[in-house]
């Protein structure tokens, strides 16, 4: 078959312009703009985020497992949210490990910390970070975990930085999001392949796709820092 190489342009430009045209359909400061609100009901994030129905939180311990932690290492969960993740996390580090729960709102922070109080969980240390960092030491942790997180970085190259920081050398990053599928097409900025062609540029390699029958809206991502 013939090239024609005006219509490659063509096809190119309108390529071009259908992703650019997507790209500004996910308005990603302003899926964060419910999180920041500093009227924000802690109690409405916890029926909505630790409720049967999200695969996150119906697989949770299938997720958790797949890492692999073992007594006395430190995993940090960046956006963190209501902790769903913590008292997993802090069974599988036990008390000589260190559970690291970052975000960016002080009244997710707040209740994760009286959480862990209440349930004498002193392996779970509360971090507030902000858009561009996860407020972590460097080489502090031996795993990052981001969970339903990763498309909400509002500038995803700094935290990206920031996480390749804090990790040790040879440390792990686990990403778990939403596949680009209806009804998150508008929702989630872009799929699967872009993300970790994105995690990949900032100095990471995917190691590993978990497979976690009957989990189909979200996906498992394990990367190395190099
Ligand atoms: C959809 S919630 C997910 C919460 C939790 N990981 C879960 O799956 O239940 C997204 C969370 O990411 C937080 N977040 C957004 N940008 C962040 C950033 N740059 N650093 C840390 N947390 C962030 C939000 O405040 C919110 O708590």
Redesign the pocket.
């Known amino acids: 078959m013939k090239s024609h190489p005006i219509n490659a342009v063509a096809v190119a430009a309108a390529l071009l312009f259908a992703a650019s045209a997507g790209a500004q359909q996910t308005d990603v400061a302003g899926l964060?703009e419910r999180?920041k609100d500093p009227d924000l009901q802690v109690e409405v994030w916890v029926g909505r985020?630790?409720s049967e129905g999200r695969e996150?939180f119906d697989f949770r311990e299938e997720i958790v497992a797949s890492i692999g932690l073992e007594p006395g290492q430190a995993i940090a969960?960046?956006?963190?949210?209501?902790g769903?993740?913590e008292p997993l996390f802090a069974a599988a580090v036990g008390t000589e490990g260190t559970v690291y729960a970052?975000?960016?709102?002080p009244r997710?922070i707040e209740h994760i910390a009286t959480k862990a109080a209440e349930q004498n969980l002193t392996q779970i240390e509360t971090v507030l970070?902000?858009?561009?960092s996860?407020g972590l030491a460097a080489g502090s942790v031996d795993v990052v975990f981001v969970?339903?997180?990763y498309h909400?970085?509002?500038d995803h190259e700094a935290?990206l930085a920031s996480i390749h920081q804090a990790l040790r050398p040879g440390g792990r990053f686990v990403v778990v999001d939403y596949e680009r599928i209806e009804p998150r097409i508008e929702h989630i900025r872009a799929d699967k392949a872009q993300f970790t062609a994105e995690i990949e540029a900032n100095g990471f390699r995917l190691t590993e796709e978990v497979e976690i029958e009957g989990m189909v809206e979200n996906y498992v991502l394990h990367f190395e820092r190099i």
Not at 77 to 82: H, K, P, Q, S, Y
Not at 102 to 105: E, N, P, Q, T
């Open positions: 964060n999180y985020f630790e996150v969960d960046i956006g963190a949210g209501t769903l993740y970052v975000d960016i709102v997710f970070g902000d858009d561009r996860t969970c339903d997180t909400h970085f509002e935290m």
